[in-house]
T-cell receptor, first 115, second 109 residues
Framework: DQQVKQNSPSLSVQEGRISILNCDYTNSMFDYFLWYKKYPAEGPTFLISISSIKDKNEDGRFTVFLNKSAKHLSLHIVPSQPGDSAVYFCAASADSGGSNYKLTFGKGTLLTVNP | DVKVTQSSRYLVKRTGEKVFLECVQDMDHENMFWYRQDPGLGLRLIYFSYDVKMKEKGDIPEGYSVSREKKERFSLILESASTNQTSMYLC????????FGPGTRLTVL
């Protein structure tokens, strides 16, 4: 049973436009959510996170929105840049962002930003 | 900056060989993890360790074992490599979020 779902395997946007990556989850115990970014031949790097006590967290061009009632979160990148082209993983845990042994990852979305 | 290093970036082994993948972190993190990444399957947890000599099975431990003799080092062992273990292997350590190493692309022929 896939508890964290990224239903779009890929997304293509034009440079300067908004990129919206979506993630759905089924486990109501999840209370902390993260986005990781991965370039080919590199390990994933942490991008942004959000606790379930918030519905929005912003860091520069990156904003994560959380809709708990819909069990849905999204990552907005504005404006998109070619260097943002990567695979984006959504992840969730149920221990308020602590040790999060059981960090559950989605399958990832490949974002391509075209110049 | 947290640094997680993996012993090899690329590795080619034959079916039946014993394979060791080494991971070292320099931030004194207690928690360390081994994942594999496959196209269309995302990141799947193989094993994790929350302390020296402690280990827990992840979601796909079959065919793998691990060793954590020192806090900074976490090894993944493929006792008898098989072709379905061809994958990208990612080590991570964490305090409250995962820091990943660069990955080892393992090919089993």
């Amino acid at each position: 049973d896939q508890q964290v779902k990224q239903n779009s395997p890929s997304l293509s946007v034009q440079e300067g436009r908004i990129s919206i990556l979506n993630c759905d989850y089924t486990n109501s115990m999840f209370d902390y959510f993260l986005w990781y970014k991965k370039y080919p031949a590199e390990g994933p790097t942490f991008l942004i996170s959000i606790s379930s006590i918030k519905d929005k967290n912003e860091d520069g061009r990156f904003t994560v929105f959380l809709n708990k009632s819909a069990k849905h979160l999204s990552l907005h990148i504005v404006p998109s840049q070619p260097g943002d082209s990567a695979v984006y993983f959504c992840a969730a845990s149920a221990d308020s962002g602590g040790s999060n042994y059981k960090l559950t990852f989605g399958k990832g979305t490949l974002l391509t930003v075209n110049p | 900056d947290v640094k997680v290093t993996q012993s090899s970036r690329y590795l080619v082994k034959r079916t039946g060989e014993k394979v060791f993948l080494e991971c070292v972190q320099d931030m004194d993190h207690e928690n360390m993890f081994w994942y594999r990444q496959d196209p269309g399957l995302g990141l799947r947890l193989i094993y994790f360790s929350y302390d020296v000599k402690m280990k827990e099975k992840g979601d796909i431990p079959e065919g793998y074992s691990v060793s954590r003799e020192k806090k900074e080092r976490f090894s993944l062992i493929l006792e008898s490599a098989s072709t379905n273990q061809t994958s990208m292997y990612l080590c991570a350590s964490s305090l409250n979020r995962r820091y990943f190493g660069p990955g080892t692309r393992l090919t089993v022929l």
